[in-house]
């Protein structure tokens, strides 16, 4: 009778997350795919070298992401977080906007984590391309801060970005199953972006013509700006 009683008393104490189950118990939310971790600094996965581990994964997420889809006009946005840094939120918003693109939506993927920026590097974007800090701020526009991304590119990845409107390969970019992105434009601290007024207005002229627009945000635990 000791033993059963010290056994249940760690069980209703513990609060170790486990499984996918411990997770749905825990958020009342159903889990929508797990993702193994993936090679270090593998960046894209979902087309590539590392496609036949990894696509799958991304694909069922982008799947059940849009079977959840609210029924509406204009785009879904999704905010993409952690609860603290190196977790994968940005390997996660990456691949999920390139998987989202390949079922032929047209997605724009935004960096709004103006403290660690990375999705500039992860699609090779020039460090000098203005981005959500200079159209937050108005010292840019849409056109010029905006790059497409084809997806069965050169490189290691497959992936090659070029700035919006210029061609590559076998005809324009930005048709059905398209990805755009835009980078953060330089790195800041603070939530002065967050708490923007012209950050609605921003939004809704990424979704212009898109689908689905991933945002790529700071760990919700770390920094206030999730919060704003």
Sequence with gaps: MIGLLLAGAREAFNTR???????????????????????????????????????????????????????????????????VAGEG????????????????????????????????????????????IQLVDGNATVDSAVWQVQL???GPSGIVAVPLGVKNGDGPLGTE????VVAAGGQERGARVARSPRLPELLEKLGFGADVVVLDTPPALATVEMAE
């Design 17 to 83: 997350v486990r499984s996918e189950s411990d997770v749905e118990e825990a958020l009342s939310k159903p889990v929508l795919a797990t993702i193994q971790t993936l090679p270090k600094r593998a960046g894209i996965v979902v087309v590539g070298r590392h496609e036949s581990r990894w696509g799958d994964t991304y694909a069922l997420l982008a799947a059940n992401l849009m079977q959840i889809r609210p029924g509406r006009n204009g785009p879904t946005v999704l905010a993409v977080t952690s609860s």
């Design 89 to 132: 939120k940005t390997t996660t918003a990456s691949n999920l906007a390139v998987a989202m693109a390949m079922r032929g939506q047209r997605v724009v993927l935004a960096e709004f984590d103006l403290r660690k920026p990375a999705i500039g590097r992860m699609f090779r974007i020039p460090l000098e391309s203005p981005g959500v």
């Design 177 to 180: 199953g398209s990805l755009r």
């Design 152 to 154: 069965n590119g050169a």
